[in-house]
C-alpha cells in the first residue's frame, strides 16, 4: 500500500510544479529514516490554482501603483497577492478552484499505484490553500452527512476523504477566518478517514506549522476547544533565508526549509511503520 500527498499552494502568484522541490527533499529524507524505504512508497500531486487569479492579481497591483512610487514594493506584493487572492475566492472563483481540486484529487486517485477505495492520503496545504481544503473538504462532509449511509454514491472512498490520514497546514491564516460570523471555520473538519483501519486512524494527526515572522500564519490550537482537540500541534520553526528568515518574506520560504520538510518526511515514516496494512 502507497501513500498519497495532494500539495496546494495558498499564493495567487505561485508558478505551476511549486512543489518540486518539495517532493524531493521530502522523499530524500523519507528514504534515510529506515532501510528498506523506497521513493515510490510517496505519491505526490500538486494542486495548482494559481493561473486563475494571478493575471487579475498583476493587473490590479499595475494599476494601484501608476505613479510608481510606492514605496515596500515586496511587502505589498505579498500583501495584495493574498488578499487578493481570498477576495477572488470569496467572491467569484470559489467554484472553480473547487472544481481544480477536484480535477487533481481525481488525478490521484486514478493514480495505478493508488487504491481508490483504500489507499491513505494527506493533505500539505501553505497559506490560503489551507482555507480552500478546509473548505473543500467542509463541503464534502456535509454531503456525507446527509447521505442515508454517510457515502457519497459514485464517488471513491479517496475522493470523498474517507481514507484521509492527516492535514499538514503550514503558514496558514485558518484562525483569522473563525472570526466570522457563522463561520464553517468556527468547528474544524474531521481529518481522520472513517475508511482507515484503526490501527491507522490512531496515527492520523493535524499539524500546523508556523514562523513567528510570517504576519499571515497563526497558531491554531487557541482558535477554540474544537480545533484544540483535533490539531495535534501547532510547531513555531523558522524558516527562509538570510534575507527573509527575520521578516514577513519568510511566508514563502517553507518550501525549502528543513525546518518544515524534516518533520514532514518524520511524519510519514511514523504513518507507514510497520504494519501488515502497508505490505
Known amino acids: 500500500m502507497k501513500l498519497a500527498i495532494a500539495v496546494i499552494h495558498g499564493m495567487g502568484s505561485e508558478d505551476q510544479h511549486f512543489s518540486v522541490e518539495l517532493k524531493h527533499r521530502i522523499t530524500e529524507e523519507y528514504v534515510k529514516e529506515e532501510e528498506g524505504r523506497r521513493e515510490e512508497d510517496l505519491i505526490f500531486q500538486e494542486i495548482y490554482w494559481g493561473d486563475l487569479v494571478n493575471d487579475q492579481q498583476q493587473s490590479l497591483l499595475d494599476k494601484a ?57 494527506v493533505i500539505l496545504a501553505h497559506s490560503f490553500g489551507s482555507v480552500i481544503m478546509s473548505d473543500y473538504i467542509y463541503d464534502m462532509q456535509k454531503k456525507q452527512a446527509e447521505a442515508a449511509d454517510h457515502k ?29 460570523e457563522n463561520s464553517d471555520f468556527a468547528k474544524p473538519i474531521n481529518i481522520v478517514g472513517a475508511a482507515l483501519p484503526e490501527n491507522i486512524q ?25 480545533y484544540g482537540e ?50
Not at 202 to 213: F, I, T
Open 65 to 121: 501603483n501608476y505613479k510608481k512610487d510606492l514605496t515596500y514594493m515586496n511587502l505589498r506584493e505579498l500583501f495584495v497577492d493574498y488578499l487578493g487572492a481570498t477576495l477572488a475566492y470569496r467572491t467569484s472563483m470559489y467554484d472553480a478552484i473547487h472544481s481544480r481540486v477536484k480535477e487533481n484529487l481525481a488525478k490521484l486517485c486514478n493514480h495505478r499505484r493508488v487504491d481508490p477505495e483504500n489507499t491513505p492520503l
Open 202 to 226: 490512531s496515527r492520523v494527526k493535524w499539524n500546523n506549522y508556523y514562523d513567528k515572522d510570517d504576519i499571515i500564519a497563526y497558531p491554531m490550537k487557541g482558535i477554540n476547544d474544537a
Open 230 to 279: 483535533v490539531i495535534t500541534g501547532d510547531y513555531e520553526i523558522n524558516v527562509g533565508g538570510a534575507a527573509s528568515s527575520w521578516n514577513p518574506a519568510c511566508h514563502n520560504g517553507y518550501w525549502e526549509d528543513k525546518d518544515f520538510y524534516k518533520p514532514v518526511a518524520q511524519y510519514f515514516s511514523e504513518l507507514r511503520a510497520k504494519d501488515t496494512f502497508w505490505d
Open 152 to 180: 457519497i454514491d459514485g464517488t471513491s472512498n479517496f475522493e470523498q476523504f474517507r481514507t484521509m490520514a492527516g492535514f499538514i497546514t503550514f503558514g496558514t491564516p485558518m484562525a483569522l477566518f473563525s472570526l466570522q
